[in-house]
């Protein structure tokens, strides 16, 4: 069974970093590529950035490009996302999703989702 | 960064109806890579359409896509209770994926 198992709710002070860890089984992690994507509370969604596991290749919007990165660890079939300076609009459920076949330019399976409070 | 416009923002429609649902790029997108989502409440997206018109594994037949260029269609054929939700387009360009911002079908 194909699926991505992300990490629990998070807490963090203004100007701290969060890191979510995506956990993929049931596919071949290393031909797979991850995107992340946020949601605010009742907003839409917004793209942050991707990763190729297989080279490790990576892509931020540029909105994010200052402060997050991206990386993944083939050993345990674990890809993360760094989100460093955070404020209280970072505050939202942050979402891992593989694309399986590459490359077809969409993404199948889908973590749970994070939920990231940013709060003093 | 291509920039993606979904229309309308808020569709009302009753079981058993047509929905239409538009997708428009700020530049031409390869038809290849376009891809269509649902979202329900509390729930992560769930990939519908790749490649503009290829239903992914799973998804009934009642759901089809279609365009190219710049405009791309979401069409839900004859609506079903569990199908009002949010419908996000997203493209990918340049090395980077973008969203549309989401057009809410929600019963009539």
């Known amino acids: 069974q194909m699926q991505l198992m992300q990490s629990g709710p998070e807490v963090k002070k203004p100007g701290t970093s969060v890191k979510v860890s995506c956990k993929a089984s049931?596919?071949?992690?290393?031909?797979?590529?991850v995107q992340w994507v946020r949601q605010a509370r009742g907003q839409r969604l917004e793209w942050i950035g991707w990763?190729?596991?297989?080279?490790?290749?990576?892509n931020y919007a540029q909105k994010f490009q200052e402060r997050v990165t991206i990386t993944r660890d083939m050993s345990t079939s674990t890809a993360y996302m760094e989100l460093s300076g955070l404020r209280s609009e970072d505050t939202a459920v942050y979402y891992c999703?593989?694309?399986?076949?590459?490359?077809?330019?969409?993404?199948?399976?889908w973590g749970q989702g994070a939920l990231v409070t940013v709060s003093s | 960064e291509i920039v993606l416009t979904q229309s309308p923002g808020t569709l009302s429609l009753s079981p058993g109806e047509r929905a239409t649902l538009s997708c428009r790029a700020s530049?031409?997108?390869?038809?290849?890579?376009l891809a269509w989502y649902q979202q329900k409440p509390g729930q992560a997206p769930r990939l519908l359409i790749y490649?503009?018109?290829s239903r992914a594994t799973g998804i009934p037949d009642r759901f089809s896509g279609s365009g190219s260029g710049t405009d791309f269609t979401l069409t839900i054929s004859r609506l079903e209770p569990e199908d009002f939700a949010v419908y996000y387009c997203?493209?990918?360009?340049?090395?980077?994926?973008?969203f549309g911002q989401g057009t809410k079908l929600e019963i009539k």
């Open positions: 530049q031409s997108v390869s038809s290849s890579y």
């Open positions: 990763i190729v596991v297989g080279s490790g290749n990576t």
């Open positions: 490649g503009a018109s």
């Open positions: 997203q493209q990918y360009g340049n090395s980077l994926y973008t």
């Open positions: 049931g596919f071949t992690f290393s031909s797979s590529a």
């Open positions: 999703a593989a694309e399986i076949q590459l490359p077809r330019y969409s993404f199948d399976y």
